[in-house]
């Protein structure tokens, strides 16, 4: 079982940017993918970048493309998100989420969660 804790929200003005980090634990981290997804007040959870087990595929929403930008460092048991350009309806709490499904819709994960960071952009 993974294990996954956020960290790096907070309030950042419009067209800011913000680090968002997920840490893993567990020896099998490295076969899952892993992402971000996000909820707003009132809205549903919505995936907003994953990256794939073998670190070089990537998916990000329609939303996010050229704005946001997800790593992860294998050494570290990290997923990163980078956020530039921020926007007030980025605001929401942001999850990391892992799994190891595979096929065309690997990205959208279920398997572990983190219990989530708070991102606030003020206009």
């Known amino acids: 079982q993974v294990r996954l804790v956020e960290s790096g929200g907070g309030l950042v003005q419009a067209g800011g940017s913000l680090r968002l980090s997920c840490a893993a634990s567990?020896?099998?981290?490295?076969?899952?993918?892993v992402g971000w997804f996000r909820q707003a007040p009132g809205k549903e959870r919505e995936i907003v970048a994953a990256?794939?087990?073998?670190?070089?595929?990537?998916y990000y929403s329609d939303s996010v493309k050229g704005r946001f930008t997800i790593s992860r460092d294998i050494a570290k048991n990290t997923v990163s998100l980078q956020m530039n350009s921020l926007k007030p309806e980025d605001t929401a709490v942001y999850y990391c989420?892992?799994?190891?499904?595979?096929?065309?819709?690997?990205?959208?994960?279920?398997?572990?969660w983190g219990q989530g960071t708070q991102v606030a952009v003020s206009s």
């Open positions: 989420a892992a799994d190891r499904r595979s096929g065309s819709n690997w990205y959208l994960l279920n398997n572990a």
């Open positions: 567990g020896r099998t981290f490295n076969s899952y993918s």
């Open positions: 990256i794939h087990w073998n670190g070089i595929i990537t």
